[in-house]
């Protein structure tokens, strides 16, 4: 067990307890309520993290970007001595189920070849005791800008993490973090059943094919089901979300990040900016992964709908 935060403060009530003494007048009132701080000590609990990365062409400064602060990412987890599992996945893995050139998309990666590039690290998953770890991210996460152009960086989560080949990356009992990175947002439709012949690109929030935000929802909640109860995972997106950062970056087809945002927000995750120091926000990132996947023991067992618990001053 290693020490975690400043401090968690717990407050709840504790059983009201009256004593029965030999007479009417003799009793005990315990009080009715107590607060109290303590020492912030977790439980370390596996985490299995699924980058998601746009590898459209206008991602090459984004990509880069990443790759020049994952130090700021990745020192909370190995500081913490967590168990990790981490993968990289592209935004268009969706395309794997359309054609047999396309069928290995849903694969994670451990590198890119394409007209441009040739570099693979031979590592697909990624673990504390990975050596060269900061080398060989830089590897798999750079997939290039030669990727389709139709990102649909949803569908292409649920295809990688259905992907039977991609098994050494999920452990049942880990918390699951997805984290997006990329500059438009999600269009994921259903194209296989409506009898198109292969897929078509729309980007059109009206459109009936849409999957929904809460398809992805479900689809996380039942793919995590196994690890207990409560919600055992998180959706990150690193993308636009403001103008400054839409004015900025503007000229390459990207987008506001409407449905990242829905889905980020549904599930307790971390919304950052693109045009943001990543050095600092890749730094709260982890800490936010770390903060949802820990656990916490009480001294001892309170009235459940009475307990509010703070850490650092902020409630969780």
Not at 22 to 29: E, P
Not at 103 to 110: E, G, H, L, Q
Request: charged content about 15%.
């Amino acid at each position: 067990m290693k020490s975690f935060l400043a401090s968690l403060t717990v407050v709840t009530a504790a059983t009201l307890i009256v004593g029965c003494g030999k007479s009417a007048d003799s009793f005990s009132l315990l009080s009715d309520a107590s607060s109290y701080k303590q020492n912030s000590v977790y439980t370390p609990r596996k985490v299995d993290i699924l980058w998601v990365i746009d590898n459209s062409g206008s991602m090459a400064s984004s990509q880069r970007n990443l790759t020049d602060n994952f130090q700021s990412f990745i020192q909370k987890f190995l500081q913490t001595d967590s168990d990790f599992h981490m993968a990289v996945t592209t935004t268009d893995a969706f395309l794997s189920p359309y054609a047999s050139q396309y069928s290995a998309y849903s694969r994670i990666r451990d590198g890119v070849t394409n007209q441009d590039m040739n570099n693979h690290s031979g590592v697909f998953v990624m673990r504390k005791d990975t050596p060269n770890l900061n080398s060989v991210f830089l590897t798999n996460v750079t997939q290039g800008i030669r990727g389709s152009g139709d990102e649909r960086a949803f569908s292409s989560m649920e295809t990688t993490l259905n992907d039977s080949w991609n098994a050494s990356f999920r452990r049942p009992d880990a918390f699951l973090a997805v984290i997006i990175v990329s500059d438009e947002d999600d269009f994921s439709h259903n194209d296989l059943t409506t009898g198109m012949n292969g897929y078509y690109f729309t980007e059109n929030y009206s459109d009936p094919n849409m999957f929904s935000v809460q398809h992805y929802m479900d689809f996380l909640t039942n793919f995590t089901a196994s690890a207990g109860a409560g919600t055992n995972f998180s959706v990150n997106a690193i993308t636009i979300f403001d103008q400054v950062c839409f004015d900025q970056l503007k000229g390459n087809g990207q987008k506001f990040s409407q449905r990242y945002g829905q889905l980020v927000t549904a599930s307790s995750g971390k919304l950052i900016s693109l045009c943001s120091d990543f050095s600092t926000s890749l730094q709260d990132l982890s800490k936010s992964i770390l903060e949802l996947s820990s656990e916490f023991a009480l001294s001892r067992i309170p009235i459940e709908s009475t307990i509010v618990v703070t850490v650092n001053g902020v409630s969780v």
